[in-house]
């Protein structure tokens, strides 16, 4: 079956930098357009990053200039490199496909942001 797990995550400082990482199963993963989403406290989860099949990717103006998504397609997983994290970074980061989520989610992962 489909199956996101979502690592990476953790307490940081205001300006640091984390690295997220998303493992996938159960999904041709190597044609699939992959993308990071968050939901913080109180608000809807909306797409932050996308990466295509052939690595066009797609950033939030939010997080853009800040945030890089990758994959590694021999692994199956897909990373996102966090820098210059700001306080209404703090979120569940979530991986799923883009721009069109499957219907299953992963437990994600915490990011805060806090001094």
């Known amino acids: 079956q489909v199956q996101f797990v979502e690592s990476g995550g953790g307490l940081v400082q205001p300006g640091g930098s984390l690295r997220l990482s998303c493992a996938a199963s159960?999904?041709?993963?190597?044609?699939?357009?992959m993308g990071w989403y968050r939901q913080a406290p109180g608000k809807q989860r909306e797409l932050v990053a996308g990466?295509?099949?052939?690595?066009?990717?797609y950033y939030a103006d939010s997080v853009k200039d800040r945030f890089t998504i990758s994959r590694d397609n021999a692994k199956n997983t897909v990373h996102l490199q966090m820098n210059s994290l700001k306080y209404e970074d703090t979120a569940v980061y979530y991986c799923?496909?883009?721009?069109?989520?499957?219907?299953?989610w992963g437990q994600g992962t915490q990011v805060t942001v806090s001094s």
């Open positions: 990466i295509s099949d052939s690595g066009t990717t």
């Open positions: 159960g999904i041709i993963f190597s044609i699939s357009r």
């Open positions: 799923n496909m883009y721009p069109s989520p499957y219907g299953v």
